[in-house]
Nanobody
Framework: QVQLVESGGGLVQAGGSLRLSCAAS????????MGWYRQAPGKQRELVAV???????NYADSMKGRFTISRDYAKNTVYLQMNSLKPEDTAVYYC????????WGQGTQVTVSS
């Protein structure tokens, strides 16, 4: 099992940046895949970015070049650096982990004003 706690969300103007953090309750090297999903009001949850244990990353097309996923093994934390934010990036961002089954954090709100 793993518990995931997100932080770093908030309100930012369009064109700005935010860095989200996801702290895991166990050694993240033992986790197959970690990443971020988001859900906007009235929409389905969608992939933002994931990173595998061996470092392979995958981004949604609309995030490529703007968002970067990374991890810090010493802190058992995965990050999402978000640059050039747009109003359509407004959503609740969820941390995700695959460890035999899917695990989710509680979510952190990101609001981008125009």
């Amino acid at each position: 099992q793993v518990q995931l706690v997100e932080s770093g969300g908030g309100l930012v103007q369009a064109g700005g940046s935010l860095r989200l953090s996801c702290a895991a309750s166990r050694n993240i090297f033992s986790i197959n895949t970690m990443g971020w999903y988001r859900q906007a009001p009235g929409k389905q949850r969608e992939l933002v970015a994931v990173i595998t244990r061996v470092g392979i990353t995958n981004y949604a097309d609309s995030m490529k070049g703007r968002f970067t996923i990374s991890r810090d093994y010493a802190k058992n934390t995965v990050y999402l650096q978000m640059n050039s934010l747009k109003p359509e990036d407004t959503a609740v961002y969820y941390c995700y982990a695959l460890l035999g089954q899917d695990y989710w954090g509680q979510g952190t709100q990101v609001t981008v004003s125009s």
